[in-house]
Nanobody
Framework: QVQVVESGGGLVQAGGSLRLSCAASGSTFNIRTMGWYRQAPGKQREVVATISSGGTTNYADSVKGRFTISRDNAKNTMFLQMNSLKPDDTAVYYC???????????????WGQGTQVTVSS
């Protein structure tokens, strides 16, 4: 099975920065697109940014110009650099890894447990 672990959340003042990390692991799996999602209290989970294995990125309009997603394919690790943080960015941030099992040629998604990001005004 693929395991996904996030780290790097915390409390920061508005205008500050945080860097989230996500590590995916699992033998016989190719990690495909990875992404960051977030869920604020009382709201649905929403996509923040995604990055393909080839490096193609997509961002939610609300974070464009402030957040940068990147990945290290050799280590199956993904990062989210968050700058100019706003109180509206407060949420639990989840990592998602889309994968292919090279033995069975099946596909799936694995979610991390989430990491809290709190931005104070």
């Amino acid at each position: 099975q693929v395991q996904v672990v996030e780290s790097g959340g915390g409390l920061v003042q508005a205008g500050g920065s945080l860097r989230l990390s996500c590590a995916a692991s699992g033998s016989t799996f190719n990690i495909r697109t990875m992404g960051w999602y977030r869920q604020a209290p009382g709201k649905q989970r929403e996509v923040v940014a995604t990055i393909s294995s080839g490096g193609t990125t997509n961002y939610a309009d609300s974070v464009k110009g402030r957040f940068t997603i990147s990945r290290d394919n050799a280590k199956n690790t993904m990062f989210l650099q968050m700058n100019s943080l706003k109180p509206d960015d407060t949420a639990v941030y989840y990592c998602n890894a889309n994968w292919r099992n090279v033995r069975t040629s099946t596909y799936g998604d694995t979610w991390g447990q989430g990491t809290q990001v709190t931005v104070s005004s």
